[in-house]
């Protein structure tokens, strides 16, 4: 639907953020400037097939999590060229209530839906991917800031939106969908689909192949083989649901026939992940990534490896590019292959290529397949801290302490419990875990507690289980106890931190339980009828086989994609939590058993903990857990002290007002 919308500006000139821009058709007299409204628009990030959405239809955050577009991912376009809207046409968009979406500064910074200004910070240029012409629904596009910057959807979708992106790339282009809001939602999405795939879904591929074919020839939609192969990764799903990740699945067989050859994707932003299936040969040197397929080996010896790659809905929008590079000596072969379930198709064959080559593989084939669905973790994005209960009023005067509490307080008097929920609440904290020790103990009595208080103030509280401090490694059954316990005892409580309506639960020290024993803790757990929702905190991606999510630092590149994709291409799809961790700093040079070496991290006035803050926003959190709320004897407390005033809730409200989700 379009409309006309009028903007007058007084004396020919419009002022944009500090400049001015003249009018050259007005004469001192009152002008008006057209634009087009177009209504019902959203985006989809090209890598990730997320929408961009307004945190409660405007007034905060802008991010891009959400699998379909519901009200908080529908836009209205305020079109300054008026007329069609066609690639580098500048535009305002306007969000579910009424406000605009804002680069802050003109871009470089953060994007948010709060602004009621039609400004320099408001506008942003639309450009297609493919040049110019007219935008239409399904185009690949890119918003540019007013500053030259562009906006970018962390890791291509899944975290907050921002207006640093240099260069329309990966985690810069958005798939566009324009339909009249008016329209019947499952029809709208139809439309949708069939506007930005343009899929005919009678067309059958081509059952033509030849094996046989002479060096360099390219052989494109074949034959369908059947396999066992991972079968049990990518049931063909029904519709997209907020907690799924669309994905279809390549397999590309490379065979080389002697010395060194790489397999390039010219396009790895449309990858979201990589797995190597087999390798048949000898490597002397092998790298398999979203990359590439880097291989060398002997002269006369052939080396084949199969690696499948789940890659984003958009990527069906163009034919998808490759590169060979190759030594001087033997040749390769390349087969590229769609996989559906047990089903493998060959998409196209480069039958012994002795030459670099520049390819591409058409996947309009595939447009008439729904998408694989991996299951993703049910939650939004939230942010909490570790908590601990053991403080009595005697406590503050230990000579160990470097800092104080504003007030001092007992850990069992519910005054000092409701203060910490509203101040943490202020910073945008939305549940503590709480430091455990077991059923009946003085840290369960302070659960109970804090619970009574949580529940009147919309704050959860889930559990951070001290693993050596209950001797769990030396007697595992004492896990099962207490894993069994938490899940009978605490399920039903409606402020407890649940997912999937298990308790949340972080033991200590995971690994100092072996792997095997986890496995029988959790069987006999789940063999008393109820269960929790139990996350690791080590980085090893066989624990996950038992364990439902990792919490780790967020500074380890790459682990928040690799967790919340565990699920995608896996034996056994299962949706697993990614919490990431931030800390203001560390200090036991005053506790008499930490040894002679004793750590220490020096806060630098703040600045330790934005860099963590900044590291773990980068990782694509689901979760975000401070370490901690009230470490007093380590240091490593946010909560208001007399050295640091409100300082630290400060620095953390202002990452996650506005980032998180009710």
């Known amino acids: 639907m379009r409309a006309v919308v009028w903007l007058w500006l007084a004396g020919g000139t419009l002022a944009l953020g500090g400049c001015r821009v003249h009018d050259p058709s007005s004469a001192g007299a009152s002008a008006a400037i057209e634009m087009s409204r177009l209504t019902g628009v959203s985006f989809r990030t090209a890598l990730g097939g997320q929408y961009i959405g307004a945190v409660n239809n405007g007034g905060g955050a802008v991010i891009a999590t959400a699998t379909a577009a519901r009200e908080w991912e529908t836009f209205s376009l305020l079109d300054v060229n008026a007329g069609s809207l066609v690639s580098g046409d500048i535009v305002f968009i306007q969000v579910g209530n009424g406000q605009y979406l804002q680069a802050w500064n003109g871009g470089g910074s953060t994007v948010n839906a709060g602004s009621d200004n039609q400004l320099a910070w408001e506008m942003f240029k639309l450009v297609k991917d493919s040049g110019g012409g007219t935008v239409e629904s399904g185009d690949t596009v890119g918003l540019q800031a007013h500053g030259g910057s562009w906006v970018s959807a962390e890791r291509g979708g899944g975290g907050r939106v921002f207006a640093y992106g240099g260069a329309l790339g990966a985690w810069e282009r958005l798939i566009i969908s324009i339909r009249d809001v008016a329209t019947d939602a499952a029809a709208g999405d139809a439309a949708e689909m069939d506007a930005s795939t343009g899929a005919d879904a009678t067309a059958e591929p081509d059952a033509s192949t030849n094996m046989d074919a002479p060096a360099g020839t390219e052989v494109s939609n074949g034959t369908e083989v059947s396999t066992s192969t991972d079968a049990a990764a990518g049931a063909d799903g029904g519709s997209t649901s907020e907690f799924t990740l669309p994905y279809y699945r390549l397999r590309v ?395 630290y809730l400060q620095i953390a409200g202002q990452y996650f007002l506005g980032w998180v989700q009710p």
Not at 604 to 612: L, S, V, Y
């Open 253 to 647: 067989e490379f065979v080389d026939q002697g010395d060194w050859a790489t397999l390039r994707l010219a396009d790895p932003g449309k990858v979201i992940k990589v797995r190597q299936m087999s390798v048949a040969g000898k490597a002397n040197v092998l790298v398999v990534d979203k990359t590439e397929i880097g291989l060398n080996t002997n002269l006369g010896s052939d080396l084949t490896v199969v690696a499948d790659y789940a890659i984003a809905p958009g990527a069906l929008d163009a034919p998808f590019p490759f590169t060979i590079e190759k030594g001087g000596a033997g040749t390769v072969t390349v087969r590229v292959s769609s996989v559906a379930g047990a089903t493998v198709t060959l998409l196209k064959e480069i039958v012994r290529q002795p030459r670099e080559l520049a390819f591409s593989v058409d996947l309009s084939s595939l447009r008439g397949t729904p998408p694989i669905q991996a299951p993703l973790a049910p939650v939004r994005n939230m942010a909490t801290a570790l908590y601990y209960p053991w403080y009595f009023n005697y406590t503050w005067s230990a000579p160990a302490l470097r800092d104080h509490p504003l007030t001092p307080y007992e850990s069992a008097d519910p005054a000092a419990l409701a203060r910490h929920i509203d101040q943490a609440q202020s910073a945008g904290i939305t549940a503590f875990f709480v430091s455990w020790l077991g059923p009946g103990s003085w840290s369960d009595n302070v659960v109970k507690l804090l619970l009574a208080e949580a529940a009147k103030k919309n704050f959860k509280v889930g559990f951070f289980v001290e693993t050596t401090g209950g001797h769990l490694p030396e007697n595992p059954q004492i896990a099962v106890d207490w894993l069994a316990y938490i899940a009978k005892e605490y399920s039903d409580h409606p402020a407890v931190l649940k997912i999937e309506g298990r308790p949340v639960v972080q033991p200590w020290l995971t690994g100092w339980i072996p792997l095997d024993t986890w496995k029988q803790i959790r069987a006999q757990v789940r063999a008393r009828g109820k269960d929790v929702w139990l996350v690791q905190d080590v980085q090893e991606f066989d624990y996950l086989a038992v364990f439902d999510g990792v919490r780790y630092s967020g500074g380890i590149k790459g682990l928040g994609e690799r967790v919340r994709h565990y699920a995608v291409m896996a034996d056994e799809p299962a949706a697993k939590v990614w919490i990431a961790t931030a800390m203001p700093g560390f200090d036991e040079r005053l506790l008499d058993d930490r040894g002679p070496n004793p750590r220490f991290i020096d806060r630098q006035n703040g600045a330790r903990f934005r860099g963590d803050l900044d590291d773990v926003f980068a990782n694509s959190p689901q979760w975000v857990n401070i370490d901690t709320w009230n470490e007093w004897f380590e240091n490593t407390h946010i909560e208001p002290s007399v050295n640091y005033g409100d300082q």
